[in-house]
């Protein structure tokens, strides 16, 4: 790159200029169509990241039609009427860079990253792919295919994501968080162009969407760039947004899974808030407490001590649009039972549940945290996704007030909420049954 | 839960899969080398961005250098590594790291092990003193071996659920043969039982010397600031001779080999390809081209333009070589739904023998070596990145000029040699095919 040498004593300029931590320093656009902009001026290697984030996902496709969203995505590399299919991915690799998109229950974003002297390239691309999609009816049936072979590849061949498949949908009876962002099987059959057409129309439009770019570029030039392409694109309608509220859960649920596997497998999951509700910090501590690190609680009691489970972890998704989960997942390890591994995992729920963490429990789960933010820094791909996050639940300067609040965190709020929602009346649990079928080799 | 469904992501590492460390461009980065008086090799870049650190060590011990009936032990002495020193209980190593928010991992490969720290500026006194601590004075307490044997085993057997590890397991033991690598890593059920303790202080102490490791940092530190934690915690580190160690031939006998493992699966896992090359192979460069064509450029790749994009057969098709110090593999991996595995190997085996008879044309050559060119920015974009990639750049003796030299290495490649290379290392009479299913419902021809 002939522009190395200069980036990189810009570099040391910057750095001494910026000493804080999270600081970056973010420059917020927006078109007049409702298209924001953000972008961080990140100079310490000649890189960058663009991302377009569409605030659409599994949460918002109709009902029958499950995995709509993430097929969409897939077309989205098929051709639009400026550019050929194949034309996006080619163009993007031959000037060196990496394109990818995924898609949550929540939004879908879509990626490239390129050495910085090429990045005003998706400029161009993802403006084009924003309005102009073609969903040739042939490419969506064989990219429909292509999908039913993840969804086997992922799912249907893979004992334990099977499970969890089993046990979201039994979680939620009434939010579409109870659905796979894959789509069910008979479901992926059902989506016709049309459907896609539609929902792309609904969905795709700037005030829809935000572009994050992150890297070595300079933010006023590239903004330019962005608007002389992004506002000539018409705003789409006005979001329809599904509002749908899961009842209060009145009773454990059960689920169970018979499938070929050598291991029998574990979830239990409880209703939780999401970020920001004020209880979303402490579970976010209790979370690590749990089961961030070798020295957590879960891994040194189930793993370490009594060697019951092959692994064992907890997880909390506080950043969901709708309240979403706080679960447990373990492998039972060989010769254990199931009732050994359950029993341990119900004695530590009602171990936290009685008694507050140490101080030093609470502090080593905020140095965790804290830690794994500024580690995150060192990647732009990474850096741009924590603000796209932070912007899917309405800002990204809700990072501060995330920050402020696990800051604040007390043990005894700790124990509060693991009282207040790791509750028996609010839990659903699984267990993935092995069954063998004797097979042979040749 | 598992819900964000990250269409492509594999994929991307399939681009990385063969130039992956260690791939190029001018970029200014600046690296110092040194050798310490006990014969350790500091590479060392500075840069001042984030107050972190990441510290990647490199130890010239792998599958390697395991006896056959040891297998299992390069990989059960690095997972031991972090539980109990002289000075710490693996209990007491494992809350201090957690409790600066650090990471400190031990990992064994084919032919070396490494051991990498991540940790904070503020901490990093701290995180050097636990990092020492594992690398000089590990005890291998009896009670962790046996805990951690158990876990291997456990998770062994966890992965006979994965057919993309049972397919992995067979193709390796039919291309190596006898040679340590076409074992498992992490060795098996019967060889695990054997390591004892004593292997395992024998195999630390020989190998885990200053003078057969090559220690790399990157981040936010100064070589005084280097100098004075490596002073402090490494000053006595000794050096020490090295035993002789017989590698094991690698037969690559030519021979059409069929696998067949039948299991309750809706999709058919697939893997076809042979002994590939190592390293050092004069060809790597001309390799790295074909294959990119082939099926390592992603998206753009034949393989996966016909297999996916046209077809509609399969979510993932790839190829890759995997080039160690000696020989490795080169291999073409996809899942597809029982029915279809004929068609995508009718297929795949098309497009090889296309690769091996036809000369590419000169867009796509152009294409490739833009991709391998111009995508070595991204390979050095965060300092985790470069620790690792300087510590690979000396393991295999690519030189201080690397770098620089990649754009050239990539560029000088004609399409004759991506002919050349593509009849000398693909092969469409002699190969390994492994395939895992469900046999009755995918009905092989082959």
């Keep these: ?442 | 839960m598992k819900s964000e469904k990250f269409k492509r992501l594999v994929l991307i590492s399939l681009l990385y899969a063969i130039v992956c460390l260690l791939s190029v461009n001018a970029l200014a980065l600046e690296t110092t080398r040194t050798i310490t008086p006990n014969g350790l090799t500091v590479l060392h870049s500075e840069n001042h961005n984030l107050p972190i650190v990441m510290v990647t060590l490199l130890v010239k011990a792998g599958q390697r250098h395991e006896a056959k009936e040891k297998a299992g032990l390069a990989n059960l002495s690095a997972k031991l590594l972090g539980e109990g020193t002289k000075n710490r209980s693996s209990r007491e190593i494992s809350e201090e790291i957690d409790f600066i928010g650090a990471s400190l991992d031990a990992s064994a490969g084919n032919d070396f092990t490494t051991i990498t720290l991540s940790v904070l500026k503020k901490d990093l006194d701290k995180g050097f003193e636990l990092f020492s601590d594992i690398l000089l004075n590990t005890t291998f307490p009896q009670a962790e071996i046996d805990r951690k044997r158990e876990e291997i085993k456990g998770s062994l057997r966890q992965q006979e659920e994965d057919p993309s590890f049972l397919a992995g397991r067979a193709f390796k033991k039919e291309v190596f043969g006898k040679h340590p690598y076409g074992r498992l890593i992490q060795g098996s059920t019967d060889t695990l039982d054997t390591i004892t303790q004593d292997d395992l202080v024998t195999f630390y102490s020989d190998f885990f010397l200053p003078n057969n490791a090559i220690l790399s940092v990157a981040g936010d530190l100064t070589s005084d600031e280097l100098n004075a934690v490596m002073k402090k915690y490494l000053g006595v580190w000794k050096k020490a001779d090295l035993p002789l160690i017989p590698y094991g031939d690698i037969a690559g006998e030519k021979a059409k080999k069929i696998i067949k493992i039948d299991k309750e699966l809706t999709q058919a896992n697939i893997i076809l390809g042979n002994l590939g090359i190592s390293r050092d192979n004069p060809d790597y460069y001309a390799v790295s081209v074909m294959n990119y064509l082939l099926g390592g450029g992603g998206f753009s790749s034949r393989l996966m333009q016909s297999v996916r994009d046209k077809m509609g057969l399969a979510y993932d098709v790839h190829s890759f070589f995997s080039a160690y110090k000696e020989r490795g593999s080169f291999q073409i991996g996809v899942q597809t739904k029982n029915e279809s595995a004929n068609v995508a190997l009718d297929e795949i085996l098309r497009q090889i023998e296309r690769m091996r008879s036809e000369m590419v044309s000169d867009e796509e050559l152009s294409d490739a070596k833009a991709y391998l060119t111009g995508s070595f920015s991204r390979r050095l974009d965060t300092s985790r990145k470069i620790a690792d990639f300087f510590a690979s750049v000396e393991f295999y003796g690519l030189g201080a000029d690397y770098i620089s030299k990649y754009p050239s290495f990539i560029n000088s490649v004609t399409k004759e040699d991506v002919l050349r290379v593509a009849k000398k290392y693909l092969d469409t009479e002699h190969y390994v095919l492994v395939v895992v299913a469900n046999q009755e419902k995918a009905m092989l021809k082959y």
């Design chain 1, 1 to 442: 790159m002939r522009t190395a040498r200069i980036v990189f004593f810009s570099l040391f300029i910057f750095l001494c200029l910026h000493a804080a931590v999270y600081a970056a320093v973010i420059k917020e656009y927006r078109l007049e169509n409702g298209l924001k902009v953000l972008i961080i001026e990140e100079h310490k290697a000649p890189v960058a990241t663009f991302q377009v984030w569409y605030r659409t996902g599994a949460r918002d496709e109709p009902a029958g039609k499950s995995g709509l969203s993430h097929l969409l995505e897939h077309m989205m590399f098929k051709g639009t009427t400026k550019y050929g299919p194949s034309v996006f991915s080619n163009t993007v690799q031959k000037n060196g860079g990496t394109d990818n998109a995924y898609t949550t229950k929540d939004y879908t974003v879509y990626f490239e990253l390129f050495s910085s002297d090429r990045i005003a390239l998706s400029i161009d691309l993802e403006a084009d792919r924003m309005r102009n999609l073609l969903l040739e009816p042939k490419e969506v049936l064989s990219e429909r295919q292509v999908v039913m072979e993840e969804r086997r590849l992922r799912y249907e061949d893979d004992p334990q994501s099977s499970l969890f498949e089993e046990v979201a949908a039994a979680t939620f009876k009434v939010h579409p968080y109870r659905r796979p962002v894959i789509g069910w099987m008979s479901d992926l059959g059902a989506i016709e162009r049309t459907d896609l057409y539609d929902y792309y129309n609904a969905n795709y439009s700037p005030n829809n969407a935000v572009i994050i770019i992150v890297g070595d570029v300079n933010a006023d030039e590239i903004f330019s760039k962005v608007r002389s392409s992004f506002e000539h694109i018409p705003s789409g309608p006005p979001k329809k947004s599904i509002v749908s509220v899961e009842p209060a859960q009145r009773g454990e649920k059960r689920v169970v899974l018979q499938k070929e596997a050598e291991l029998p497998f574990i979830i239990l999951t409880y209703h939780t808030p999401s970020f920001p509700h004020e209880d979303s910090y402490a579970l976010d501590i209790l979370n690590v407490i749990l089961s961030g690190g070798k020295s957590s609680r879960l891994y040194q009691s189930i793993v370490y001590e009594k060697k019951i489970a092959l692994d064992v972890s907890a997880d909390y998704g506080s950043f969901n649009r709708d309240p979403y989960l706080f679960y447990f997942y373990a492998t039972v390890a060989p010769g254990k039972e199931i009732k050994e591994v359950e029993d341990a995992l119900y004695a530590e729920i009602a171990k936290i549940r009685k008694e507050a963490p140490s101080a030093r429990e609470v502090q080593k789960a905020k140095n965790q945290i804290e830690s794994s933010f500024i580690m995150g820094q060192d990647s732009i791909y990474l850096q741009a996704m924590k603000y796209g996050i932070f912007e899917m639940l309405g800002d990204w300067r809700l990072i501060d007030t995330y920050l402020d609040g696990i800051r604040l965190v007390t043990p005894q709020a700790v124990m509060e909420v693991a009282g207040k929602y790791l509750k028996e009346d609010n839990l659903t649990e699984g267990i993935l049954l092995p069954i063998k079928k004797v097979k042979r080799e040749e």
